[in-house]
């Protein structure tokens, strides 16, 4: 029985910092990547980090030098490090299980935590 949780979302002011917590069962991590995607409103859902089943990680533009990806494969745990945070920030962040192929990501059905709000403040 495949379960994602995330967690570690809430207020915060621009310019502060958040982690994020994706705890993940009933799959093995190192058969896939693990990625955080995020939906604001009025926006489609994209995605932001991915990290490999080799730990490597994965950006992209806007995050790139605020926001790190990790993880804990011994509690089978990927963390999402914000720093910096900007009001653009504020989403819905939610991670899934992700295949990597042909230089994308691409989600698992049915891989998907239900999400954590996150809001920046000015």
């Known amino acids: 029985d495949v379960q994602i949780a995330e967690s570690g979302g809430g207020l915060v002011e621009a310019g502060g910092s958040l982690q994020l917590s994706c705890a993940y069962s009933g799959f093995i991590h190192s058969y896939t990547s693990i990625s955080w995607y995020r939906q604001s409103p009025g926006k489609d859902q994209e995605l932001i980090a991915s990290?490999?089943?080799?730990?490597?990680?994965d950006y992209v533009d806007s995050v790139r030098d605020r926001f790190t990806i990790s993880q804990d494969n011994t509690r089978n745990i990927v963390f999402l490090h914000m720093n910096s945070l900007k009001e653009e920030d504020t989403a819905v962040y939610s991670c899934a299980a992700t295949e990597y192929y042909d230089g994308e990501y691409y989600p698992l059905a049915g891989y998907w935590g239900q999400g954590t709000q996150v809001t920046v403040s000015s």
């Open positions: 990290i490999s089943k080799e730990g490597i990680p």
